[in-house]
């Protein structure tokens, strides 16, 4: 067995694989599958995939058969800055709207229904869509986008369009950061190779202090390179983001959780997240 290796396609999640040794992983026996979220999740669901950064929802849909890597999120305290719902109308008046949700995330889009049910409590018309700004929103009254996506459409979506960011929402009415991807391992894989996955892990963790030590800088030149925008928006961006799991953040995606099942888009309740260890032992917080 080795290591196949889920590779987020967003900009958010690079700092973990921007200064990857890849030439080293993949003599070891790891390989590197470009998804986005979605597919990411059923990668590592059905066993395509043994370890990647995946949805915090579809973490919480199969906790039982993964653990995750200590210390390693997408995360933000505050506003993410690239999940954005885009409205015609103020969010107070959403109620009986219609709502186009990307098909590229799963904590995304629950974490909308989660916000607009629990505290504004709306009953809102869902639409799943392939992220599409123009059709979505020709089609309804306001669309979520995520990722890049998102970005790119904030760049260049009409002055009459209210945006609005979820990690901010989250934020306001929880006091929690909002977590958006943990890095999720099979447990056959933590079984199979052990000595492999440890490698990775530090991997992975001297990428993210790295991108983290120079401020991003290096990374962003490259990102500027392939998306454009200006090197102000990308320093804010950046900035507004975390790549920690402390036990504020397990918190935050306890309640995020607690509140998915309350709404029964969990089937069943979270009662632990395992973390995978150095030592090749796992435990729960």
Request: overall charge negative.
């Amino acid at each position: 067995m080795s290591l196949v290796i889920g590779e987020i396609s967003y900009t958010n999640i690079l700092p973990f694989f921007y200064y990857l040794d890849r030439e080293s992983l993949i003599s070891r026996g790891c390989g590197f599958v470009p998804k986005v979220p979605s597919d990411l999740n059923n990668g590592i669901v059905h066993g395509n995939i043994q370890v990647g950064g995946i949805s915090s929802f579809s973490y919480g849909e199969h906790s039982d058969d993964l653990v995750i890597f200590p210390n390693f999120s997408v995360s933000s305290p505050k506003e993410v800055g690239s999940i954005f719902l885009f409205s015609k109308v103020p969010i107070t008046q959403l109620h009986k709207k219609s709502i186009a949700l990307t098909t590229s995330s799963a904590t995304s889009i629950n974490l909308l229904r989660i916000i607009l049910k629990e505290y504004f409590h709306f009953d809102v018309n869902y639409e799943m869509m392939k992220p599409n700004y123009s059709k979505m929103m020709a089609e309804h009254d306001a669309c979520l986008l995520i990722g890049d996506d998102a970005i790119t459409t904030s760049w260049s979506k009409e002055s009459t369009i209210h945006q609005y960011d979820l990690g901010a929402l989250w934020e306001y009415y929880t006091g929690y950061p909002m977590t958006y991807a943990v890095f999720a391992i099979r447990k056959d894989a933590c079984e199979m190779e052990p000595v492999l996955l440890e490698y990775l892990y530090y991997e992975f963790k001297k990428s993210k202090e790295k991108s983290i030590e120079n401020n991003f800088q290096e990374m962003i030149q490259s990102i500027m390179q392939q998306f454009g925008g200006k090197k102000n928006f990308w320093n804010q961006y950046f900035s507004g983001l975390n790549y920690d799991l402390t036990a504020r953040h397990i918190k935050g995606l306890k309640e995020y959780f607690h509140l998915a099942y309350k709404m029964e888009l969990l089937p069943k309740k979270v009662e632990k997240i395992e973390i995978w260890q150095p030592t090749r032992h796992c435990h729960s917080v």
